[in-house]
């Protein structure tokens, strides 16, 4: 089946690191993407990881993928007030299709 | 075009009335994918394109929704005999069929039914 899951709501201050959760269920996901939407915008892609990677690293961004648990995180360093957003996990789904499901959207509120 | 296209941005119709959404997708790509975004909530799928395949049509909420794609061009999405619970912001995407490429999002056509 097809089930992202990710908590509502994280706030945090200004500078400090954000970890925003995301489990699946399908463990043929291929590709996992972390995407970003900002206030009234579209939703823009920030990173992926293949899933026969555990960790991955783009400057402030941090992904790690816990296979065993279907477990994704993304870590952001630093957090800066122009970081809050709602972020969705997501993956690809049906391996022959490349259906991308999309996880429920944790809503980042960086205080300053 | 540079980006996806979608058309109208808002759109607000009395319940009953059949409304029409219109995605254009970024040349070149052969998937295509809409979503719904209720207020507060997240991405709901609801139908892919990829290529000439059979459209995957498992998201499509009822019988109402109805979508439509010609070749790898545009595509429309279309909700009969609309209801308030239709009122959300709906989302276009595409990308190209390699596993790992970015979806690219339109902005959205924002429904409100009265």
């Known amino acids: 089946g097809e089930d992202v899951e990710q908590s509502l709501f994280l706030s945090v201050r200004e500078g400090d690191s954000s970890v925003i959760n995301c489990t699946y269920t399908?463990?043929?996901?291929?590709?996992l993407y972390w995407y970003k939407q900002e206030p009234g915008a579209g939703l823009q892609l920030l990173t992926y990881?293949?899933?026969?990677?555990d960790m991955k690293q783009d400057q402030r961004l941090t992904v790690l993928l816990n296979k065993k648990d279907k477990h994704l995180s993304l870590r952001i360093a630093d957090t800066q007030t122009g970081d809050s957003a709602i972020y969705f996990c997501a993956e690809t789904w049906d391996g022959a299709t490349n259906k991308l499901i999309f996880g429920t959207g944790t809503l980042l509120a960086v205080q300053p | 075009g540079a980006g996806v296209s979608q058309s109208p941005s808002n759109k607000v119709t009395e319940k009953g009335k059949d409304v029409e959404l219109r995605c254009d997708p970024i040349?070149?790509?052969?998937?295509l994918y809409w979503y719904r975004q209720r207020l507060g909530q997240g991405l709901e799928f609801l139908i892919y394109?990829?290529?000439?395949?059979?459209?995957?049509k498992s998201g499509l909420p009822s019988d109402r929704f109805s979508a439509e794609r010609t070749g790898e061009s545009v595509s429309t999405l279309t909700i009969q005999r609309t209801q308030q619970e239709d009122s959300a912001v709906y989302l276009c995407?595409?990308?190209?069929?390699?596993?790992?490429?970015?979806?690219?999002f339109g902005q959205g056509t924002r429904l409100t039914v009265v």
């Open positions: 995407a595409s990308s190209s069929h390699m596993p790992n490429t970015e979806a690219f």
């Open positions: 990881i293949f899933s026969n990677m």
């Open positions: 399908d463990s043929s996901s291929t590709y």
């Open positions: 040349s070149g790509h052969t998937a």
């Open positions: 394109f990829q290529g000439n395949s059979a459209p995957d």
